[in-house]
């Protein structure tokens, strides 16, 4: 943590098809961001069921945050630069 959130805010994690199709999605956030403090770091886990008809083929675990009032997604920058709003984590295969 750079410093305290603004508002409040959870935790997405999502496993993409290469269509970006959302196969699973695990969002939430075990503790508020008002609870948040300069020099925090923290784990959080996501449990994602592949449903049992989710088409075979390559998948991404992605994870980001984004506000809980207009669920609008923050920046993820790397060097200074934005980069995009999610943060690829894994490529994945789902296997019939």
């Given amino acids: 943590v750079i ?3 603004p508002g409040s805010l ?11 199709r959302a196969i699973a999605v695990g969002d939430g956030l075990g ?3 008002e609870q948040w403090q300069a020099g925090d770091v923290f784990v959080q886990r996501h449990r994602l069921s592949i449903p049992l ?13 984004y506000t809980l009032d207009n669920l609008q997604r923050l ?3 790397q060097n ?3 980069v995009g709003d999610s943060l690829p984590l894994a490529s994945l295969r789902v296997e019939p």
């Fill in 31 to 33: 503790f508020t961001a």
């Fill in 10 to 20: 959870s935790v997405m994690a999502h496993l993409r098809a290469v269509d970006g």
């Fill in 80 to 82: 200074g630069d934005i």
């Fill in 75 to 77: 920046a993820v920058s």
């Fill in 3 to 5: 410093d305290r959130p």
């Fill in 53 to 65: 008809d989710a088409t075979p083929g390559p998948v991404t675990a992605q994870t980001g945050l």
